[in-house]
């Protein structure tokens, strides 16, 4: 039998260069550097991380031509069963992230995740699905608001959770904040970063955290606003607002440490804890996620 619980993750499949300067890069000279491949996307780390954390999950997700069985033998290795279309046309989408510190500056070429058609999305996957997740990413380029609201419904009607993480300020900034907002309204529970958060809001830098979360409640019932190594606000409508502090860690890399929170908090949520022990649980995955390079959970 299907289990009933399991986590349906839509969105990007990414091959990562990871590059981590051994100092300031240097402009018009050469600067030493780590330089990792591995595979990436921020649907696709969620859904890796989910597996770790023991939960069976679906990945939707699309890739270059040729480039199937590998993205397809690479999760299954970490305990995802995806389900991966190919883009004749297009290559698989890459990312070149620059890492500073706890900080990272990422160029991204979209590839074949531009051409992800919600359809792929079937209903067996919905009625098997406890939890349906969503990035921005998907919206961006491939998804269009109609076709978002449609799959929303869709899983909702099955009461299926839905989650949502914006992604990335920068191309929310691009796609246009009302468009966007309008786009995710009615989500069961955003999960934006402090800087996307403050965007999506209408808020300026100054804001604090607690301002942010509040002010997102007009677009979901709950919200889980990440910030960096302080820790995450949690802001319900009928739950109030609440602060919870993340432990010192020391980050050699951030990749994939939002996608790790994630997971953590979609695997709690199936295991039917509340808000604050799920976040909690992403908090944990994260610290675990900056301790290494790249972002996806070790095999060992």
Known sequence: MVDARR???VGDVIDDLIVVPSGPVRPDTDTTARITRSPGGSAANTAAWLAALGAPVDLVARVGAGR?????AELAAAGVTAHLSEDAERGTGTIVIIVEGD??????????????DPAEVTDALLDAAGALHLTGYSLFDALDPAALHDLVARARHRGVAVLFDPGSAGFIA?????????????V????????????LA?????????????????????VMLTCGAVGVVIAE????????????????????????FTAGVIAARLRGADLDAAALAGMAAAATAVGRVGGRPSRQ
């Not at 900080?103 to 992800?116: I, K, V």
């Not at 907002?181 to 009615?186: K, L, N, P, S």
Request: aromatic residues 2%.
């Open 103 to 116: 900080r990272r500056a990422m160029l991204t070429d979209r590839g074949a995740n531009a051409t992800l």
């Open 68 to 72: 199937r069985e590998l993205h397809a």
């Open 7 to 9: 986590a349906l993750v």
């Open 237 to 260: 409508r009928e739950g109030g607002i609440r602060s919870m502090d993340a432990r010192p860690v020391i980050t050699v890399d951030p990749t994939g440490a939002g996608d790790a």
């Open 174 to 186: 691009d796609y246009g904040v009302a468009r966007f907002t309008a786009a995710v309204r009615g």
């Open 188 to 199: 069961d529970l955003l999960l934006p970063n402090l800087d996307e958060g403050r965007l």
């Open 202 to 222: 209408g808020l300026d830098e100054r804001s604090e955290a607690p301002a942010v979360a509040e002010a997102l409640l007009d677009l979901a019932p709950a």
